[in-house]
């Protein structure tokens, strides 16, 4: 006879009642919010600010759905508590886009068919981003390295590949086709 | 890129696009239903116990946990439904016992899903662990059985097998026997592993239930391929009409197969919604998604091909254990039998099968991408390799001299199927001359000279989709199963609005594919109305048209027919109605910027909008014309469609380390006529990543308990952009005469072609050091140990 609890020990047992209070910009809006502090960043923006863009697609910081810029650099938002992120600047994909312009990353994603079902592209979108922001007029491989992080099922990368050259080309103001 | 704003033949960037790079598409996670709780299950730690008993009392006093429910509570709705409810149905919570790590025992209700793990925490299950049985052959040897002393709809199990499908037609066996004993054949045989594997789209499944008190009825929000199927189980376990029931499967975050099931979990929300009153979701995690949702492949088999040493293939006999893991689901049952159908391959040989489906204490397989076809594909083209080798034949040679010819077409199988059209050698040398295969053996053998490991491999394929045709549904390919007695057919809504824009409604779930871009691709080639104006809309079981689904590769060829039929009705009442206005013969109109003209007279022209003006204010049509401007479609395809194509891949190992490098990746696939090429080569793009994945990547790994071992990410490494090279694609086009628009599938031929292209070559880069296969995936420890052993 065995007696067995259900410890996962992911997210266990309450911090009840403590609530701390963060303040957090996010895509250039000041935000002011009580939580939990086990509270994961990744669900603060989902479900607390409402930014349903970055998506979750697993529990270890492997698949790279939930990637938001902080402070500059591609974070995995689930692997990092809301608490952390407390006096940055975050950067969703919801935020990426100029009014009504596209990103020129958005634009590539759209014209080199670099996205299939699209719930790994926002996370592909930031970490793109990220990329060609420190790196202007990166290689294939260096392309590939940049977003190893990120895990697409449907593409096989190879949309994807083409998709961040086309907007490495546009950002340095290249004429570009595909 | 060419942006056309039509169409046929023609690359369109997708409609679905400006939305998901947003951040704005809607995915069920997204969703929010005021007052809605959440849903955490409580999983076994086991593989096979007893439960003696389940304390719910800790949990139920957490303030914020609404309720927690076990099989007590749900045991009255039945089992989980399936399409073909053989095999044993899983009941939708562990009711006594459980079968294999991870199956739901108990499910807690809560204000927020931390609160609902914080409760599933303190459910305390009382196990008393029994024997499981986690090896393929050990379960076919029934040294445990996982349902012992149970029956089910078909039968009491005497063992593990389900089923014992042995097919010897048309009665080859003695002949070839006859030939293996002949003096001038070569026999060979290769026992080889296609292992499990998860089959781990990036969104993890989602359900959200809004039980309607009142009106009795629910909505169900569901990451599913399959809507209606859905709403059919779920309108069938609660007693309500289907009509009282809608299942919206909006953006979903890719399928593959594991979306195309009923699960427990979308039954038990409505169940707790209905019982509490308010909106419940779940959300599975990436760990839960080893257990909660199905597993693909799992067979050991041994392939036996006899042949002339020049080449003629006399024989080729496939034995198989294959698992079902612990409960059968929806096309649990099916998968090896798709199998069989494209099992000979493109080849004209004598064929004999052997498959034995096992129960084993594992989560459930079911159809992953390719379904039983990559499986069939691997095991035949594997064998064909090594028997190539065995004479010392050119491997393309020995494919080219057993192929169907395109004069024996239609082509009836072994086991008495019609294979539409191919042209197998054609499409073989498209490639061969594509890549200059002389010039690339050239370059492999002179690397091979300096102590470099090049190896080429090469598959070729046939596969079976677009299903299909009605009568099928007497085997079972119906949604019967659901409680909703329809073939699967095709559907498509074609409506002309008032303002002379387009609606085009599908009964597809697409998940990922370009629907909404390829069927606005068919209608505004049909009426000239431009995308732009044209909207798809499909996923919502009330509001779409009466559909099946998206699996199988089967939407354009059925569904995509279906609008092509809706159009052309379309078109034609709309050369009446512009005949009428423009005081003209209905035979004399034609379609083109956006409206209709008199042939030959360009400015005698109606726009879409007075056309559709028009029709829906009846007085103004011709006498006894009905209002509107719209038509509805069901297609029923007189056969599946048989897609086929040549892969091929330049790998070199390291002799040292055993570590694959991919080098070149070249396919030739053929779907017929193609729609979108853009589509088409992202769907062979992600197809072969898929396929390459299993030959070097993925393992669905289980210890002796059952444990699964690579329930995360960090241990089923799905291969990521540094680990891929780019493709090579091209296509040769036979079109199929089984639609009206000449296309096949292509969403899974990727997958059915590459697994085995890659381990050929690795095996061809290693063959002349004695290495004859490797089991997949060919990680490096794997690889290295093989080129060890060879030098024993």
């Not at chain 2, 909505?219 to 809608?246: C, D, T, Y």
């Not at chain 2, 699964?708 to 291969?719: G, R, V």
Request: charge should be negative.
């Amino acid at each position: 006879m065995v007696k067995s609890e259900n410890g996962s020990g992911f997210m266990s047992h309450r911090t009840e009642d403590v609530v701390l209070e963060v303040s957090i910009t996010v895509n250039g809006t000041a935000h002011r919010s009580q939580v939990e502090p086990r509270t994961l960043l990744v669900h603060h923006l989902r479900e607390n600010l409402g930014l349903t863009g970055t998506h979750v697609g697993c529990d270890t910081g492997y698949c790279g759905a939930c990637t938001v810029i902080v402070d500059g650099r591609a974070v995995k938002s689930c692997s990092m508590l809301a608490v952390q992120a407390d006096g940055a600047e975050v950067r969703t994909v919801e935020g990426v886009a100029d009014g009504d312009e596209l990103h020129p990353v958005q634009e590539g994603f759209w014209e080199c068919h670099g996205l299939q079902c699209g719930f790994c592209t926002p996370g592909m979108i930031m970490s793109s981003v990220a990329l060609l922001e420190s790196n202007p007029d990166p290689s294939e491989e260096e392309i590939r390295h940049g977003i190893e992080g990120n895990l697409c099922r449907c593409t096989g990368y190879h949309n994807i590949v083409k998709s961040v050259q086309f907007a490495g080309a546009r950002m340095r103001g290249e004429e570009v086709s595909s | 890129m060419t942006t056309s704003t039509s169409v046929m033949g023609g690359i369109v960037r997708r409609k679905e696009d400006p939305s998901l790079i947003q951040g704005k598409g809607t995915y069920v996670d997204d969703v929010k239903r005021a007052g809605e709780l959440a849903a955490v299950f409580v999983r076994s730690p086991f593989a096979a116990a007893k439960i003696n008993s389940i304390d719910v009392s800790a949990a139920l006093e957490l303030e914020g946990v609404h309720a927690v429910y076990t099989a007590d509570d749900v045991r009255h709705l039945g089992p989980n439904p399936a399409q073909v409810a053989v095999g044993t149905l899983r009941p939708l919570l562990a009711d006594g016992a459980v079968k294999h790590v991870g199956e739901a025992v108990a499910m807690v209700v809560a204000d927020s899903r931390y609160i609902a793990q914080d409760g599933a925490d303190l459910v305390f299950v009382d196990y008393e662990p029994g024997d499981a049985v986690i090896d393929l052959k050990e379960a076919h040897a029934d040294k445990v059985q996982v349902h012992e002393g149970e029956s089910n709809t078909l039968l009491t199990w005497a063992g593990n097998a389900w089923w014992e499908g042995v097919i010897d037609l048309p009665d080859p066996s003695p002949e070839i026997q006859a030939a293996k004993e002949r003096d001038d054949t070569v026999t060979v045989s290769l026992e080889m592993v296609n292992q499990r594997l998860i089959p781990t789209a990036i969104e993890p499944r989602a359900v959200l239930a809004d039980w309607r008190g009142g009106y009795e009825s629910v909505e169900l929000w569901s990451s599913s391929q399959i809507p209606h199927a859905v709403a059919g189980a779920v309108a069938g376990v609660f007693g309500i009409p289907s009509n009282k029931v809608r299942v919206i499967a909006p953006e979903v975050g890719g399928g593959f197969g594991l979306k195309l099931n009923v699960y427990p979990d979308e039954i038990l929300v409505c169940f707790a919604s209905k019982q509490l009153g308010r909106p419940v979701r779940w959300t599975e995690t990436r760990r839960e998604a080893g257990f909660a949702s199905i597993q693909g492949r799992g067979w050991v088999g041994t392939a036996t091909m006899t042949g002339t040493k020049d080449g003629k293939i006399l024989g080729y006999e496939l034995e198989a254990i294959c698992d079902m893991g612990a409960y059968t689901h929806n096309f649990t049952v099916a998968i090896p039998l798709l199998g069989l159908f494209v099992a000979p391959g493109q080849y004209d040989i004598p064929t004999s099968y052997a498959l034995h489906c096992v129960m084993t204490n594992t989560p459930t397989t079911d159809a992953y991408r390719g379904a039983g076809r990559p499986e069939a594909a691997y095991y035949l083209e594997r064998i064909i390799d090594d028997f190539a080798r065995e004479i010392g034949m050119d491997p393309a040679d020995v494919r080219k001299a057993n192929y169907w010819k395109p004069e024996d077409f239609p082509v009836t199988t072994a086991i008495g199927l019609t294979m539409d059209s191919g042209d197998y050698a054609t499409n073989l040398d498209a490639l061969l001359d594509r890549v200059d295969y002389e010039g690339l053996k050239a370059k492999r053998d002179a690397a091979r000279a300096e102590g470099r490991l090049l190896g080429l491999g090469l598959s070729t394929y046939v596969e079976v989709c677009g299903f299909g045709p009605s009568a099928l549904a007497g085997l079972g390919f119906s949604w019967a199963g659901y409680g909703l007695p329809t073939a699967f057919n095709g559907s498509g809504v074609v409506r002309v609005q008032p303002d002379g824009t387009c609606t085009v409604t599908i009964g597809t779930g697409p998940s990922g594919q370009g629907h909404e871009t390829t069927w606005a691709q068919i209608v505004s080639d049909g009426l000239g109305i431009p995308m732009e104006n044209i909207e798809v809309q499909h996923g919502d079981s009330l509001d779409s048209p009466m559909g099946v689904g998206t699996f199988g590769s089967r939407s354009l060829a059925v569904d995509g027919t279906a609008t092509y039929e809706a159009t052309g009705r379309v078109r034609e009442k709309a050369a009446k109605i512009a005949g009428h206005l423009l005081e003209a013969a209905e035979q004399d109109i034609q379609f083109a910027d956006g409206g209709a003209h008199v042939a030959g007279s360009p400015d005698r022209a109606v726009t879409w909008g007075q056309i559709a003006e028009a029709a829906y204010q009846p007085h103004t049509l011709p006498e006894g014309m009905e209002g509107g401007l719209e038509s509805s479609v069901v297609f029923s395809p007189p056969n599946a469609t048989w897609p086929f194509g040549s892969h091929l891949a330049l790998v070199e190992v390291d002799p040292d380390t055993g570590d694959v490098k991919l080098l070149e990746y070249w396919a030739t696939d053929d779907c017929g006529n193609v729609i979108n090429p853009m589509i088409v080569d992202g769907q062979v793009h992600g197809g072969i990543a898929q396929g390459i994945a299993q030959a070097l990547f993925e393992e669905a790994i289980y210890d002796d308990m059952g444990n699964l071992l690579t329930a995360s990410l960090a241990d089923y490494p799905l291969p990521d952009a540094a680990s891929l090279p780019s493709f090579s694609l091209d296509r040769t086009v036979t079109p199929t005469d089984v639609n009206p628009l000449g296309v096949k599938g292509i969403g899974e031929a990727g997958t059915i072609g590459s697994a085995q292209t890659i381990v050929n070559a690795v095996v061809d880069a290693v063959s002349h050091l004695g290495v004859r296969h490797i089991d997949m995936p060919l990680r490096p420890k794997r690889v290295w140990q093989a080129i060890e052993d060879a030098k024993e």
